[in-house]
């Protein structure tokens, strides 16, 4: 059992940049695979970026490649999405959540059974 708050959101023109951040209490969070995961009002929540437990390997939705860099620090029980070169596009809630599985990352929101909150990130033109 693991709680997620996340934070960092905000409003910021399209080219520029955001950190959020995702604090994890109760177990301790290296047990958990992390994901971030973004919604839009009527869209599908969309898989953003993961990573496994130990924070060897990381996966990119095809949205993120290239713009967006997910990282954790078990020892502080966070982790962070690193967003640049942001689009109005990107404009959604996201949201971090974790998967017991600490080697395999999914792209399917029901495998993760911890989600923090929500943040909303607003990219203006």
């Known amino acids: 059992q693991v709680q997620l708050v996340e934070s960092g959101g905000g409003l910021v023109q399209a080219g520029g940049s955001l950190r959020l951040s995702c604090a994890a209490s109760?177990?301790?969070?290296?047990?958990?695979?992390m994901g971030w995961f973004r919604q839009a009002p009527g869209k599908e929540r969309e898989f953003v970026a993961g990573?496994?437990?130990?924070?060897?390997?990381?996966l990119y939705g095809d949205s993120a490649k290239g713009r967006f860099t997910i990282s954790r620090d078990n020892a502080k029980n966070t982790g962070y999405l690193q967003m640049n070169s942001l689009k109005p596009e990107d404009t959604a809630v996201y949201y971090c959540?974790?998967?017991?599985?600490?080697?395999?990352?999914?792209?399917?929101?029901?495998?993760?059974?911890?989600w923090g909150q929500g943040t909303q990130v607003t990219v203006s033109s």
């Open positions: 959540a974790a998967d017991s599985n600490r080697v395999l990352i999914s792209r399917t929101p029901r495998v993760y059974a911890y």
């Open positions: 109760g177990r301790a969070f290296s047990n958990y695979a």
């Open positions: 990573i496994t437990s130990s924070g060897g390997r990381t």
